[in-house]
């Protein structure tokens, strides 16, 4: 089984740019979450899919971001302008609907906002 | 909201016992996590227990959990140098809400 992937493993940007990120998760993972880790702070909550539907976005941090989820699948996340303080690794995490908790983390995509 | 502490640093030697211990706000939380970074790898899912546990054992893994001190640890026996990495402790309300970390706590092993 194919584990969490995530594109671009890494990305360079100037402030004020657009920068897409994609998120495959495991096929059958009904949910679908992102987090961010700051600066080498605590991972940090962003949002979370139950299939094509937000359950929940209140970590999200202003309306640069954007979150969508096509047909269930995939997931984009798009920070429209970037800031500085974006700079970050954004990771992807997915999970089966089964009350089982475990959530599988892809490898990360590092933002660096210049 | 929920806090979750850990110790930025743990250094031990190699083939002793590593003890990783952290502390969270919230007696609600029913999961707690320990989770695995290595170094340039995404994060990896060592092990986890229900808050109605006190221990939980996977071959080196031992997770000790005090519910009453909202305290959890994570012990590695025999430590080894693929060990080294930094341990995310994390908990979460039920079983598909989102996670709250830790800082990490950076283990390195000297010989």
């Not at chain 1, 987090?35 to 979370?48: D, P, S």
């Not at chain 1, 640069?64 to 920070?79: D, H």
């Not at chain 2, 598909?96 to 000297?110: D, E, P, V």
Request: net charge neutral.
């Amino acid at each position: 089984e194919a584990g969490v992937t995530q594109f671009p493993s890494h990305s360079v940007i100037e402030k004020g740019q657009t920068v897409t990120l994609r998120c495959d998760p495991i096929s059958g993972h009904d949910n679908l979450y992102w987090y961010r880790r700051v600066m080498g702070k605590e991972i940090k909550f962003l949002l979370h899919f139950v299939k094509e539907s937000k359950q929940d976005e209140s970590g999200m941090p202003n309306n640069r971001f954007l979150a969508e989820r096509t047909g269930g699948t995939y997931s984009t996340l798009k920070v429209q302008p970037a800031e500085l303080e974006d700079s970050g690794v954004y990771f992807c995490a997915s999970s089966r609907t089964s009350g089982r908790p475990e959530q599988y983390f892809g490898p990360g995509t590092r933002l660096t906002v210049t | 909201g929920e806090d979750v502490e850990q110790s930025l640093f743990l250094s031990v030697r190699e083939g002793d016992s590593s003890v990783i211990n952290c502390t969270y706000t919230d007696s609600s939380s029913t999961y707690l996590y320990w989770y695995k970074q290595e170094p340039g790898a995404g994060l990896q899912l060592l092990t986890y227990i229900f808050s109605n546990m006190d221990m939980k054992q996977d071959q080196r893994l031992t997770v000790l959990l005090n519910k009453k001190d909202k305290h959890l640890s994570l012990r590695i026996a025999d430590t080894q140098t693929g060990d080294s990495a930094i341990y995310f402790c994390a908990v979460a309300y039920s079983s598909a809400s989102k996670i709250i970390f830790g800082s990490g706590t950076r283990l390195s092993i000297r010989p």
